[in-house]
Every structure is written in C-alpha cells, then in structure tokens.
C-alpha cells in the first residue's frame, strides 16, 4: 500500500515539475540567453509601404533607436500609418532565393506584429514586390529556411 501511495506521490511531484517547464521549454533563446520572438498568426496583418533602409544585422544589436534581437535582413518600412521594422529572416535565404531589397521599393508584407525585447517588431511571412512574391514562414510561422526546425 505504502509503494503504492510513494509512486503517486513521485508520478504528481513529476507531473508538477514537467507543467512548470513548459513555459520556459516554449521560449526559444539565442545564445545570449535572449528570448527571441514567435510568430502570433492571431496579429498577422498585411501592410504596404516603400522601403526606407535594408540592414544586414549580423546578431544581437542596436539597432537605429531600437534592440535587434535577431539577426538577418530588416527592414525600415514606411507605411501610411507608421514606420516598421520588418525582420525579414536570414540574409542567406533571400539570396538563395534571388530576392533582393533596396532603398524605395515599394512592398507588400504580411506578417506578425510582436514585441522583442519591449520593442514592436513585424515579423514577415510573406512579401510581394512587383509581380515576385516570397514566402518566408507557412501560415504557422514555422520559418522555410529552417525546415521546420524553430521558430523565430
């Protein structure tokens, strides 16, 4: 009886424990120990703007006023509304993919409006250009250059 009740007690101490991880199991971090941002389909909008300045961001830095936390190619976007920036995703895959950004293109972006670090960020599922279309992330967010493997 006394087995019984002992294997109970490690099965809910066990379970307790597994259920406080998730949060943090959830969160995926840099090797800076930053947590980096997920893609929220529940804030995905689609936006149009002219392109202000394409960064390369090597890693974690500042940014122009602001923390880029993730690397890769942004965008300064300027909306009717407001000016964004819009993380495109890895420098390496729009290469591979033959698609470029300059200084007065005029986009399409759709994507997830999500904070990083306190500050708002777009991260961009899909854009648009002239008659090319990319797709960087499925409708999860699930980004395709890492073939399923994270999520930025």
């Known amino acids: ?14 379970l307790g424990v597994a259920l406080l991880a998730l949060p943090a ?17 529940a804030t995905e909008i689609t936006v149009q703007g002219i392109v202000e300045e394409v960064l390369q961001i090597s890693g974690p830095m500042e940014g122009i006023g602001r923390m880029h936390s993730m690397g890769g190619t942004h965008l ?3 909306t009717d509304k407001e000016t964004l920036d819009v993380h495109i ?12 950004f300059a200084k007065g293109d005029q986009v399409e972006i759709t994507g997830s409006k999500v904070k990083v670090q306190g500050s708002e960020a777009f991260l961009a599922r899909e854009v648009k250009k002239g008659d090319k279309a990319l797709t960087l992330r499925d409708a999860r967010g699930v980004p395709r250059w ?4 994270g999520r930025p």
């Open 146 to 149: 890492s073939m399923g493997q």
């Open 25 to 41: 199991a959830a969160q995926k971090r840099m090797g800076n120990g930053k947590v980096m941002a997920n893609y929220d389909p």
């Open 89 to 100: 995703g890895p420098s390496h895959f729009l290469e591979q993919s033959k698609f470029a």
């Open 76 to 78: 300064s976007l300027k």
């Open 1 to 14: 009886m006394k087995k019984i009740q002992m294997r109970q007690v490690l099965l809910m101490l066990s």
